[in-house]
């Protein structure tokens, strides 16, 4: 390994870093603008320069790869002329702007230039000024206050997949562009972060709020499977933005855009009070007491099979675990938490994993996509696909509906037919998939959720075994058998067994016995993805945060507390159990679901044995051990699993239509609404 001399200290650092990041491993700060860790190197914005011995000029540190028995400096005269002369060169067009800047408190521009820059500037020509361009709903562009950085560029480009932003001109007459087109990209929010001046800012945000009044707290995502970190910024009762946290194993530092902006939908069709619906149909406002009664009085008597309870996509397991205990003091086996229908749980949980982790897709080496786009099912997991991807060229395909995923991939089929080919050994890439070390399949929901799930299912696996991507012939530690689940509360409810128990129904079989009477009572924690207008007759519970499709067909609704607003414990795609915790305090009457069913058990006669979040997470480890391991990947023991059956013909469905409306928060966000006009439905119609 070579060994520097950075400031007199003599370091010993990996071959191929560059000198920014070997002055950083010595612990000497190098100020930057144009570098970033996980952007290509550009080295235009010349603030990184540092004195090399024997080196006519300073060089720029980002874009000089270290050497043995290199000497350099980072504090002498030169380079701290430098960095000034620098600093008031960028400086020179750019405006006062910083007390009505959306990023003023947290810019790098303002912090370097207090560090590295000069008390006055000796330019009094005019400014220039430059006319702002639209890149879509969720970015404001000021674009005088650019510097040329070109981070947005290479961000759209490399991590995005998308080619939509440029720099066009040369010159004082250089300009970032989209030639004004939406940057149409589930990451394009990430464009804000990674923009070190004002230039991109959160327009959704704009003007609401400054760093130093928010409360921040640090928490997971749950609107899709994928688990983000995240943190939650708030201010009194309101959630005023989220932000992507660090955590190199699931999102390492970015957000998709419905994660970062759905928010809003926080704020509206919000259930604040409980409901009973009354002899003349309608839906009236009412007091805990009178729904518990309404409640108590409709169960009364009523037996255990003739009542139902379903899990909607959002739940923590907390609730998930308090709702089963009071259907089994019920007496009620009728539980489901699949609203889509997916054949798979009762199991070992090796079955519905993503088992090789989000970051191992990282040391994949061939990719099979199964009734999946995870571009719209799991943005995060796709940049990881696309990352490797670009890292090794690696043959990627698919089989279901053709969609762009900003990679490159081969098409072999749309249906089950061309997975049992496979399966068969036939075809050209069972042989890819044979010959690479480290093979890969994913099965997405548009596959398990049919009605031959289970058979699917039994081929991926036995595909899975034939090609050493998993079993006895894997290499050791490696398991390429995965399930992408798109619900963040699914994997959790599988883990702690919300499902039909013995002689007990599924979703389908719930709705079914609804339509026919022979279900009686149907609680919905909420399920919103779900045909309510296959529950007929049945009463109906709901307990949930939002105004939406369940709450509309309930006889009583119970305001429960969105994922910003309780402590709970979810479960992503790949079984690493995760904590969200409560960023603001849920509206008017509503409460944390766990205390909810907690109250009525006692009501109902079947008071639950917990009076604490600590009790019932006591219980929750202790009936399912998985759960004491916060934070933590525990790999699955590969077990048999699926059932083999006969196949039905017809493509799989691709089951996310809309990847900016996919739950009640973001159906209520008007953020979102904006950017299904400009991406979904404009597009569309354009088709048309």
Same mark, same amino acid.
């Given at each position: ?41 550009? $080295? &235009? ?12 000029? @300073?060089? +720029?540190?980002? /874009?000089? *790869? ?122 394009? $929010? &990430? ?12 327009? @959704?945000? +704009?003007?609401? /709020?400054? *760093? ?477």
């Amino acid at each position: 390994m070579p060994t520097l001399t950075i400031n007199d200290k003599e370091i010993e650092v990996p071959a191929g870093l560059t000198v920014l990041q070997a002055c950083e491993l010595a612990g000497f700060e190098i100020p930057r603008f144009c570098y970033h860790e996980r952007l290509s190197v550009a $080295g &235009n914005c010349r603030m990184c320069l540092v004195e090399m011995e024997r080196a006519p000029k @300073p060089i +720029a540190s980002c /874009a000089m *790869p270290v050497g043995d028995g290199m000497v350099i400096r980072t504090d002498s005269d030169a380079v701290k002329k430098a960095r000034n002369g620098v600093m008031e060169f960028l400086l020179i067009n750019h405006p006062l702007d910083c007390p009505i800047c959306d990023q003023g408190g947290e810019c790098d521009l303002q912090d370097q230039a207090m560090a590295y820059g000069y008390n006055s500037s000796r330019y009094d020509e005019n400014k220039r000024a430059v006319s702002e361009k639209y890149m879509g709903p969720l970015i404001k562009t000021i674009m005088t206050r650019c510097i040329h950085c070109t981070r947005c560029v290479r961000f759209a480009t490399e991590i995005g997949g998308v080619e939509d932003i440029g720099l066009v001109g040369r010159g004082e007459q250089a300009e970032i562009t989209t030639l004004e087109q939406a940057v149409n990209s589930e990451l394009s $929010g &990430n464009l804000v972060d990674v923009c070190p001046v004002g230039a991109l800012t959160n327009a @959704p945000y +704009a003007f609401s /709020a400054r *760093p130093w009044e928010l409360r921040k707290t640090l928490s997971v995502d749950v609107l899709d499977a994928v688990g983000s970190n995240i943190r939650i910024d708030a201010r009194g009762r309101e959630v005023m933005r989220v932000l992507p946290r660090l955590h190199e194993d699931i999102n390492e530092e970015w957000i998709n855009d419905k994660t970062r902006q759905a928010i809003d939908g926080l704020h509206y069709r919000r259930l604040d009070k409980p409901f009973v619906r009354g002899a003349d149909g309608k839906l009236k406002p009412a007091s805990w007491s009178e729904a518990f009664e309404a409640i108590a009085a409709r169960l009364e008597g009523l037996a255990g099979h003739k009542i139902a309870a379903v899990a909607g996509d959002l739940c923590d397991a907390e609730s998930m675990l308090a709702l089963k205990d009071l259907m089994t003091g019920l007496g009620s086996p009728n539980l489901d938490c699949r609203q889509d229908g997916a054949k798979l749980g009762g199991g070992p949980r090796v079955e519905y994993l993503f088992n090789t982790g989000i970051a191992g897709i990282e040391q994949a080496d061939a990719i099979l996509l199964v009734g999946s786009n995870p571009r719209w099912e799991a943005a995060m997991i796709n940049a990881r696909i696309r990352k490797r991807f670009l890292q090794t060229g690696l043959p990627i395909a698919v089989i279901g509906p053709q969609v762009e995923l900003t990679y490159d991939y081969a098409h072999l089929g749309t249906g089950p037919e061309a997975l049992q080919s496979l399966a068969k050994g036939e075809g050209d890439f069972f042989a890819v998939l044979k010959q690479a070390e480290r093979p890969m399949i994913v099965l997405g929901s548009g596959a398990v959720a049919r009605p031959d799930g289970a058979a699917v299912v039994a081929l991926a696996r036995a595909l899975a075994e034939a090609v050493g991507a998993a079993g006895d012939s894997a290499p050791d530690g490696w398991n390429g058998y995965n399930v992408l689940q798109r619900a963040g509360a699914r994997v959790g409810g599988l883990d702690l067994g919300f499902l039909p128990g013995e002689g007990g129904r599924d979703l389908e079989g719930i709705l079914a016995g609804a339509e026919s009477g022979e279900i009686e009572a149907v609680w919905l924690l909420g399920a919103d993805e779900i045909e309510t207008s296959r529950l007929g007759r049945a009463f109906v519970i709901y307990q949930g945060h939002h105004g939406d499709r369940g709450a509309h067909r309930a006889d009583v609704i119970l305001p429960g507390a969105a994922y910003t607003e309780k402590n709970g414990t979810y479960v992503n795609t790949e079984g690493r159990v995760q904590l969200g915790r409560l960023a603001a305090f849920p509206p008017g009457e509503a409460r944390e679901d766990w205390t909810i069913l907690r109250a009525l058990s006692e009501r109902l006669g079947e008071k639950l044995p917990y009076d604490s979040l600590g009790d019932l997470r006591a219980r929750l480890v202790q009936l399912h051990p998985v759960f004491a391991a916060i934070d933590t990947l525990e790999p699955a023991a590969w077990e048999s699993f699926g059932a083999a059956g006969d196949l039905r013909a017809g493509p799989f469905d691709l089951p996310v239509e809309n990847f900016y409306m996919t739950c009640p928060i973001s159906r209520a966000s008007k953020t979102m609404a904006a950017c299904t006009e400009a991406f979904v439905a404009a597009p569309s119609q354009a088709a048309e």
